[in-house]
């Protein structure tokens, strides 16, 4: 737990001399200030080349838990062209592991524990999701949950990107 805890104050030292990043439709989407459930630090190109649902969420919204079950569906249905990434906005405190299992979660999961990635993205609630093309580039952002022929919609527009 300690190495986290440096892991974070170093990464905070760092991004504070980083240029200041912001979500816009059409501009290259802002890099991510976030690590995996293993403690590694994630990066979107790690999915470049691949269209990318970007989800943020948290442990205690009912639209978020409600959308998980769907979003894990598309994303086995969908993976070969998009990728399902979900941003926790939770606080290192909230445990998530039990919750994962428990929807059978196989996308990648992330932890926002600075709430930079949030800011960067403009995130206010959740569920937000960011839609993102195999370029990188923003196309669109949703705020509040979606029903399944919604979110059908976006991944079969997002596949073909």
């Known amino acids: 737990m300690l190495w986290r805890s440096g892991l974070l104050v170093l ?3 760092l991004l504070g001399g980083c240029k200041e990043e912001t979500l816009a ?3 290259i989407a802002p890099a991510l200030a976030a690590f995996d459930m293993q403690g590694k630090e994630a990066s979107l190109d790690r999915w470049r080349g691949k269209s990318i649902y970007l989800n943020f969420w948290s442990a ?3 639209g978020c838990l409600a959308e998980m079950d769907t979003l894990e569906a598309l994303s086995k249905r969908w993976g ?3 990728m399902v990434v979900a941003v926790n906005t939770d606080p290192a405190s909230v445990p998530l592991e039990a919750l994962l299992a428990q929807h059978a979660i196989t996308y990648p999961v992330l932890r926002d524990q600075l709430n ?3 800011e960067r993205y403009r995130v206010i609630g959740t569920p937000t999701s960011v839609m993102i093309d195999a370029q990188g580039r923003v196309l669109d ?3 509040g949950a979606r029903p399944l022929p919604e979110l059908q919609q976006t991944f079969m527009r997002l596949a073909r990107q």
């Open 116 to 118: 930079i990635t949030q």
């Open 141 to 143: 952002l949703h705020q």
């Open 60 to 62: 205690s919204c009912g």
């Open 11 to 13: 990464l905070l030292a």
């Open 80 to 82: 070969e062209k998009v």
């Open 25 to 27: 439709q059409g501009e």
